[in-house]
């Protein structure tokens, strides 16, 4: 079965990177592009960016860009989401999800959360 | 960028209620939109596609409508396991915009 798998809590200082991975399984991560999503502790969710594994190619929220980079390791099926320069608000918890080929997201990681802090 | 407004933000009602969750959007989507739930701590589930494809192992009660800016979801029958909060999502254009939740209470 599809099962996508988060690395563990970081906790990060101001100014900092953090890189989060998701692992997929049961399917071949070549074929679905794989999308992320954050959580504010209390608020709604918020895309971030999307990354064709096969490609390579990324699209990021505009918000972003600048401080995202997606990247994916295909030999071990992981897509990974840095984000640099880390401020107080980038606390959250971040969310890695497959879409299908018409764009709906259908599997979800567990998510990972990151505190920011000093 | 399109923008997705929900109503109503919270909703308090009872076991066997019909409850409607209402999503707009700024421009056009066709049917291109997700409905999914959300319960504390956990990721978001995905409920309905493409505006009113329900999902397999999705209970019946739960359906899907609209095109273009106005889309609903109904609970035809509401039961004490759909607590949470439901989120709408195009995927018409990037970024793919959430509408900012609707925090459903049972009563």
């Known amino acids: 079965q599809v099962q996508l798998v988060q690395s563990g809590a970081e906790v990060k200082k101001p100014g900092a990177s953090v890189k989060v991975s998701c692992k997929a399984s049961?399917?071949?991560?070549?074929?679905?592009?794989m999308h992320w999503v954050r959580q504010a502790p209390g608020q709604g969710l918020e895309w971030m960016g999307v990354?064709?594994?096969?490609?390579?190619?990324?699209g990021y929220a505009h918000k972003f860009q600048g401080r995202v980079a997606m990247t994916r390791d295909t030999s071990t099926s992981t897509v990974y989401m840095e984000l640099s320069s880390l401020k107080s608000e980038d606390t959250a918890v971040y969310y890695c999800?497959?879409?299908?080929?018409?764009?709906?997201?259908?599997?979800w990681g567990q998510g990972t959360l990151v505190t920011v802090s000093s | 960028d399109i923008q997705m407004t929900q109503s109503p933000s919270t909703l308090s009602a009872s076991v066997g209620d019909r409850v409607t969750i209402t999503c707009r959007a700024s421009?056009?989507?066709?049917?291109?939109l997700a409905w999914f739930q959300q319960k504390p701590g956990k990721a978001p589930k995905l409920l309905i596609s493409?505006?009113?494809n329900l999902e397999s192992g999705v209970p019946s009660r739960f359906s899907g409508s609209g095109s273009g800016t106005e889309f609903t979801l109904t609970i035809s029958s509401l039961q004490p396991d759909d607590f949470g909060t439901y989120y709408c999502?195009?995927?018409?254009?990037?970024?793919?915009?959430f509408g900012q939740g609707t925090k459903l209470e049972i009563k």
């Open positions: 999502q195009q995927f018409n254009s990037h970024p793919y915009t």
């Open positions: 493409k505006a009113s």
């Open positions: 990354i064709n594994p096969s490609a390579g190619s990324t």
């Open positions: 049961g399917y071949s991560v070549t074929t679905h592009y």
């Open positions: 421009q056009s989507i066709s049917s291109w």
């Open positions: 999800a497959r879409a299908v080929p018409v764009g709906y997201l259908d599997y």
